[in-house]
């Protein structure tokens, strides 16, 4: 799964900075990346947790913005530039999701979540 993921980034037209965070995994899922100057792995000695796995490797980038993915998703033609868009669409915009799918194109149920925004007037 970690490989059709990146495999999926790599084929987007943008640039992109790919930084695997592994969490001591034991699977072997390291082993079937490809060698590409685009993708650096971050080894954790130990499972940190999902969250400061994600705050490790944002602070090993200088990319002015960041896409936080499991490894079992994996990116449609042109979605990448969708989501960029729409992050890039109004300066009130901090972030964006993109509408997580099933194999057969069904929505995944716990895909979505409502988000509260308070108006400063």
Request: overall charge negative; charged content about 15%; proline content about 5%.
């Amino acid at each position: 799964m970690l490989r059709a993921c990146v495999d999926s980034l790599l084929a987007c037209p943008q640039d992109v900075e790919i930084i695997v965070v592994d969490n001591a995994s034991r699977d072997g899922s390291l082993d079937g990346l490809p060698e590409s100057p685009e993708i650096r792995v971050i080894r954790n000695s130990a499972n940190v947790g999902f969250a400061t796995a994600c705050n490790i490797g944002m602070q090993a980038s200088s990319a002015p913005f960041f896409l936080f993915l499991n490894p079992d998703c994996y990116f449609l033609p042109g979605a990448l530039a969708t989501l960029l868009n729409g992050l890039q669409s109004g300066d009130r915009v901090g972030m964006v999701g993109g509408l997580l799918v099933n194999e057969d194109g069904t929505e995944q149920g716990g895909g979505r979540r409502a988000v509260a925004v308070e108006s400063s007037g």
